[in-house]
């Protein structure tokens, strides 16, 4: 395959970037059209790529070029496109063009909205950066600019505090997940002398690199992931982060950068599997990950949030499909979401767009007015409740049966109490939200424009139907994405109907409740009050970390601010006090015997500088004399010495 | 003549006539007190230093050479003259005060480069002409892989100078926008102002008219 | 070679033939003079213009020196040929500027004579 | 056909100067003195035909019969206008710079006879295929614009100077999409030499290729010859004749002639690169060669009768905004084409 193609696929949002950013004013739409028009194509150019690589996998690229060479260590900068790498590719071209196009929509009319579609294109860039790397220190330079893009979207509205706060802790939060990764990576650098994926997985497959480094190397890696991802115990910044526009949402915090994790592990896996014990923190943080922010989406009323935590729950899956080794399966479960959570977020943003409220109490018999809104949004649901034939079926299934062949009894356990919960809680969100009753609000609502509907309705399609290529026979099959094997394309049976069994049970529990009102919510909240609390409020973990971590770091702030005050401070004005006294009594001397010195030392200045600045003539060409008189001299003594 | 072939003599015949019209054009280059002529026989120089690289099998450098020589950097003189003299300017004087000292140094220069020459030994031009296929190739690939970074360089010099000269000659225009004429008179005024100012550093005015 | 020699020895075949055949050293002398000519042309001229058109003459020169080198020490290299054109960019670089100086300095002293540009002291 | 008759001649000629024993370089060097004065012919006739056609053609772009006088429908017209211009008087103003005024008719034919050099008139009729051809014809003819200078400095006239700079900004102006317009063709061909370009387009004609190009080389090249629209050097409503106003007789004859062969050496660059040079069905290729470059001079008669001229601004502002942008995407677009 031509190396030009996949280039040219992460340059054409470079161009789109800096075009918007100087220019964009001047093109259609503000600026939109140059990203959309970039988009398309890379688009275009991800599918050839991937239908290449599917038709034949061995035309996969790894090449680089030498960037900076010191001598005994050389930093390469590359591109690594195999089928794995090619799927990212389409996925994330994919959803960012259908984020780019309903943003036209959502943001019509914004003040900012040309710098908008900049930082659209500068993240959609990064994200790519960061899918054709080949190694490690050009996929953190890319990992960096997409926190830093993920930054200056998030605190897009920075007018609004929140949004800038939340811009703000997702960056720091997401710093201390990368300061793991930079130690990391840099401890696989000081051992092997290499960033590149190739030379790291032969090395550390041979055995050549010693465990401990290892050990490190993958936990860090995992920190950094963790941190990006959004896993316990660094998922905080995530439901923060729903302060950010709703495609944006979509676009970073549910389909593109939060997988980022997932890929980085994913793409590594092989270093990750030759330490089995990381492999078991890491499978064990994405099952708890999972549960976790489950049953906080249970407790939440705000659609966004809901929408994050099931988002934190999902990327739980995809760590936890990495645990036990099923790097296919992670890739798999991350499109399908990428499709159906983009789906979700994207709906979400419709419904807030149409009725300024983010709460779901508020909403209520959505359906008659925002049909094609809810209908989508019901696929996406299902989707990602894992009905089938739905896409989320076949992904989580996989997973599922993954965890269950590698002997995790109680992880599997955790992962059909998730499913079950999953859908219980997003089958919550619709029948409180698009049917029943009638609200105020709702009695306003009205359909989104076409801009916003259509891409919607592409992805919902594509919700449908991504998840078929895993039956046999069908599809291609992901049997061998990135060389990891799928190795139980069977269906296995018993998996596949207790998963579907959870599902029927979450979504009827769900209907019980919240559509035919068989007991009422007010009362099971009452009953369990205390879970229910703990619920609500998330597990109390900001308040933990609030505790634990940032009033202790103010506490001891404020401490060194008051030992600063009285100590230090009485240190500088007692020096202060003395440095005065000293003057005065030096101020007399000085007078007297230095300013008598000065004085000599001037007029001496004076008189020799008055004889010697004749030679400055500030004529050129008696300078280039003079010049040439030196080098006359230099050749002389060259000639006579030679 | 022994030992001398036909071949030899011509490319003799040839090479000294090329060096004789590059030395003698850059000696009148120097000398002429028509700054245009001078101007006229410095583009004679570079054209025949074409033909110098010619006689190297440099036929892509001489091409250059006389295409940005000749054809960029000599009319870019030419222009230059043409904006700041007029064809009657009397020319009083053309060289300068240390008309005398600049001459004896440069001379000196001349003598002990030649001496030093006799001293260097180059081997003798090797019997293979330059593969005159490959010179273009193969100065485009050296370019473009072992002197990039160079070669970057220089592009950024060469965008720098054109925005460096256009700010520099570009007409004060910016200033209010008075009319050519205002701004001249103001201008020359500023001038005798300052040419009028007393020094104010307390020391004697000098030798500032010479 | 310009050592102490006989008048006489002038007329002997094999130093006509030293000099008829021409090697590197002939285009070094060559350079040389050119240069030498360019450095007295930079001190002795009044003009400005002048003084820049004696500068692209040393250029020149070196380019020769540089182009006989190169041709001497094998065709295969192109380093020569490369440096050269490095030089004559900057030497366009040079000449832009330079003259785009000298036409602000003619602008603000009616003249580009360069003893008159001796504001620049002490 | 004609190329093998004539290396045939060359080549006894050649068998019997060998046999006599003298060098071959006296051969080369007489060949090549033969050469010039047999291009230096060529240049004359076509200039003698252009001016003849030039007029004819104007007269029927506005209904005029043109020159009839002069033999049949006016054909001798050119050689008395020549004669004409022989017996004026020659006249090289009192403060003029006498050196350069005389010298600068003639060097205004140096690139010219230089160019001439390297241009393919047929199948192996060619002097000499550079390796370098395309650039070679650029570089030298940066020596016209030198010459024009000398012309305009040299008359000393306020008129002759401002025409004089006037024409050499132009052509400096356009010289650099007339470069870059041509780039694309060198990435095409792959090659620099006429004759390898020529060979390039056997199978299919570069402006089928480079259209844009082609359309940027057609206005470039007039400009560079100070054709209408582009003939503001010699504005006669603004700065009467332009660089030549003072000069007169064979002087003026020279420039005249220089100008009217720098048209028809663009139309023949521009049918070798553009049009497949020489290459063509049935009829020998020489004919094809001049069919072609007809064809091109006729396009630039058929501007100056179409288009009115444009300001100064407007030139520059075309030049450099809308000319040098567009070759620039040309050449952008055809060398992502050639490598991908």
């Known amino acids: 395959m031509n190396p030009v193609l996949p280039v040219l696929i992460f340059a054409l949002p470079v161009l789109s970037f800096g075009i918007t950013v100087l220019i964009g004013r001047y093109f259609p739409l503000k600026g939109a059209s140059v990203g959309i028009l970039g988009l398309v194509v890379s688009f275009i150019l991800s599918c050839v790529v991937f239908y290449q690589l599917q038709v034949d996998p061995t035309r996969t690229i790894d090449l680089s070029v030498t960037w900076l060479d010191f001598g005994e260590y050389t930093i390469d900068l590359g591109i690594l496109i195999d089928r794995f790498a090619a799927v990212m590719l389409v996925v994330v071209t994919l959803v960012s063009l259908c984020v780019h196009i309903y943003s036209l929509g959502y943001m019509k009319g914004d003040r900012r909205f040309t710098t908008y579609y900049a930082y659209l294109s500068l993240f959609t860039m990064s994200m790519l950066g960061i899918v054709i790397s080949n190694n490690l220190f050009q996929l953190f330079v890319f990992w960096e600019l997409v926190g830093v893009s993920s930054y200056l979207l998030i605190g897009f509205w920075f007018e609004r505090k929140p949004a800038a706060m939340a811009g703000m802790k997702a960056f720091v939060v997401c710093r201390i997940g990368d300061f793991g990764f930079l130690i990391g990576i840099l401890s696989l650098f000081v051992a092997t002398g290499t960033f590149s994926f190739g030379a790291l997985f032969g090395l550390s497959q041979a055995g050549a690199i010693s465990s401990a480094v290892l050990v490190v190397g993958a936990l860090g890696i995992f920190f950094g992931a963790v941190g990006k991802s959004a896993q316990l115990p660094l998922y905080v910044w995530l439901p923060d982060a729903m302060e950010g526009p709703t495609p944006v949402s979509a676009l970073i915090h549910a389909a593109t950068m939060v997988a980022a994790g997932v890929y980085l592990v994913a793409r590594t896996l092989p270093i990750f599997s030759t ?15 999972a549960l976790f922010s489950a049953t906080i ?11 994050a935590y099931s988002t934190i729950s999902q990327l739980g899956y995809m760590m936890l499909a990495c645990g036990v080794g099923a790097g296919a399966s992670a890739i798999f479960h991350l499109s399908t979401h990428a499709f159906f959570k983009a789906l979700l977020f994207l709906g979400a943003g419709s419904v807030i767009h149409s009725l300024h409220t983010n709460d779901i109490r508020e909403m209520g018999g959505l359906f008659s007015n925002m049909k094609t809104t809810a209908t989508v949004f019901i696929i996406g649901a299902l989707s990602l409740a894992g009905f089938p034939p739905f896409s989320g079926f076949f992904s989580k299934d996989e997973i599922m049966v993954s965890v269950l062949e590698s002997g995790h009894v109680w992880l599997y356990w955790i992962v059909v109490f998730t499913a079950f919960l999953t859908a219980f809680y997003i089958f919550r969100l619709i029948f409180i939200a698009f049917f029943g009753e009638q609200s105020e609000r709702s009695k306003h609502a009205e359909e989104s424009p076409k801009v916003m509907t259509v891409p919607m309705v592409v992805l919902a399609v594509l919700s449908v139907v991504a998840g078929w290529i895993a ?21 296995n049976w018993s998996a596949m109907g207790t998963s579907f069994l959870v599902v029927l049970m979450g979504i009827g529990v769900a209907w019980a409740i919240y559509s035919r009102r068989f007991v009422e919510s007010r009362s099971i909240y009452n009953t369990f009050k205390p879970i229910s609390k703990l619920l609500e409020n998330k597990w109390y973990v900001d308040e933990i970390y609030n505790f634990f971590i940032v009033q202790p770091v103010i506490f001891f702030s404020r401490l060194l601010f008051a030992f600063d005050m009285v100590i230090v401070d009485g240190a500088v004005n007692l020096a ?44 050129i060409q008696e300078y280039v004399i003079v010049a040439s008189v030196a080098i006359l001299a230099l050749i002389i003594i060259g000639y006579y010495l030679m | 003549m022994t030992g001398l072939e036909t071949e030899e003599i011509l490319s003799a015949i040839v090479f000294y006539l090329l060096s004789g019209v590059v030395v003698g054009s850059s000696i009148l280059v120097i000398t002429l007190r028509n700054i245009f002529r001078s101007a006229l026989f410095l583009l004679l120089a570079f054209f025949a230093t074409a033909g110098l690289f010619i006689t190297l099998d440099a036929e892509f450098i001489a091409a250059v050479q006389v295409l940005i020589y000749v054809g960029a950097i000599g009319v870019l003189i030419l222009f230059a003259i043409m904006l700041t003299r007029r064809i009657q300017d009397p020319v009083a004087k053309s060289t300068t005060r240390s008309f005398i000292l600049g001459a004896f140094v440069s001379a000196a220069f001349l003598f002990f480069l030649i001496l030093i020459l006799g001293k260097i030994y180059l081997p003798p031009f090797p019997e293979t002409g330059a593969d005159t296929e490959g010179i273009t190739k193969g100065i485009g690939r050296m370019l473009l892989t072992y002197y990039l970074l160079p070669f970057e360089v220089v592009s950024v010099l060469l965008v720098g100078a054109l925005i460096g000269a256009v700010v520099i000659a570009r007409k004060e225009e910016a200033r209010g926008g008075e009319p050519p004429e205002v701004a001249l008179e103001r201008e020359r005024k500023d001038r005798e102002i300052t040419d009028s100012k007393p020094d104010g550093n307390g020391l004697e005015q000098n030798d500032r008219k010479h | 070679m310009i050592g102490s020699i006989n008048i006489l020895d002038i007329l002997k075949p094999e130093l006509i033939c030293a000099i008829v055949r021409v090697t590197p050293t002939h285009y070094l002398y060559v350079a040389g003079i050119v240069f030498c000519i360019g450095l007295m042309g930079v001190m002795i001229r009044r003009n400005a213009i002048a003084i820049l058109m004696s500068i692209e003459l040393m250029l020149n020169a070196v380019n020769i020196v540089l182009i006989a080198g190169g041709r001497a020490y094998g065709p295969k290299t192109y380093d020569a040929s490369s440096f050269v054109i490095f030089i004559i960019a900057v030497a366009a670089a040079e000449a832009i500027v330079g003259l785009a100086l000298i036409l602000a300095a003619y602008r603000h002293m009616k003249d580009i004579n360069i003893d008159d540009m001796s504001i620049m002291k002490w | 056909m004609i190329a093998g008759w004539i290396n045939s001649c060359y080549e006894s000629i050649r068998n019997w100067w060998v046999a006599c024993g003298i060098p071959l370089v006296w051969l080369d060097i007489i060949r090549a003195i033969l050469l010039g004065i047999v291009l230096a012919i060529i240049v004359v006739v076509a200039v003698l035909i252009l001016t003849y056609v030039e007029r004819k053609v104007a007269g029927h772009f506005q209904s005029r019969m043109g020159p009839m006088r002069v033999g049949w429908h006016g054909l001798l017209q050119p050689i008395a206008d020549a004669i004409k211009l022989i017996q004026k008087e020659d006249i090289v103003p009192e403060k003029a710079d006498y050196w350069v005024f005389t010298l600068a008719p003639f060097v205004v034919f140096v690139p010219v006879m230089m160019v001439l050099v390297v241009i393919p008139f047929g199948d192996h009729l060619i002097v000499q295929d550079l390796n370098i051809g395309i650039l070679y014809i650029f570089a030298v003819s940066g020596i016209g614009v030198v010459a024009i200078l000398m012309g305009g400095w040299a008359s000393n006239n306020k008129w002759s100077l401002l025409g004089a700079m006037r024409s050499v900004s132009q052509m400096v102006s356009y010289e650099l999409p007339l470069i870059l317009s041509v780039l694309g063709v060198v990435i095409l061909a792959g090659t620099m030499s006429m004759g390898g370009i020529v060979e390039a387009q056997r199978k299919m004609w570069f402006i089928v290729y480079q259209p844009l190009g082609f359309i940027i080389y057609l206005f470039a090249a007039t400009a560079e010859v100070n054709r209408v629209p582009f003939d503001l050097p010699e504005a006669e409503q603004e700065i009467v004749a332009g660089y030549n106003t003072e000069y007169s007789g064979m002087k003026f004859a020279m420039f005249y002639l220089a100008e009217y062969a720098n048209m028809f050496i663009v139309s023949m660059i521009g049918a070798t690169l553009f049009l497949g040079g020489w290459q063509g069905p049935l009829l020998p290729s020489p004919v094809w060669f001049l069919i072609k470059t007809g064809a091109m001079v006729f396009i630039l008669l058929w501007f100056r009768w179409t288009f009115p001229r444009f300001r100064v601004d407007q030139l520059m502002d075309f030049g450099w905004k809308v000319l040098l942008p567009f070759a620039f995407i040309n050449l952008l677009v055809t060398a992502l084409v050639v490598i991908i």
Do not use: C, Y
Request: net charge neutral.
């Open chain 1, 471 to 491: 039956i046999p026979g069908v599809g291609p099959g992901f049997a061998e994405i990135g060389g990891f094997e799928l190795h139980h394309l069977h269906i």
């Open chain 1, 576 to 619: 202060g006090w003395l440095g005065v006294r000293l003057s005065k009594f030096e101020g007399e001397f000085d007078l007297a015997v230095v300013d008598g010195a000065v004085n000599g030392t001037a007029w001496t200045a004076r008189t020799f500088g008055r004889a010697v600045r004749r030679i400055q003539t500030g004529l």
């Open chain 1, 275 to 289: 330490v089995p014990q990381i492999m078991e923190v890491v499978a064990w943080v994405g099952g708890l990950t």
């Open chain 1, 297 to 307: 989406a249970v407790a939440q009323v705000d659609i966004k949030r809901i929408l």
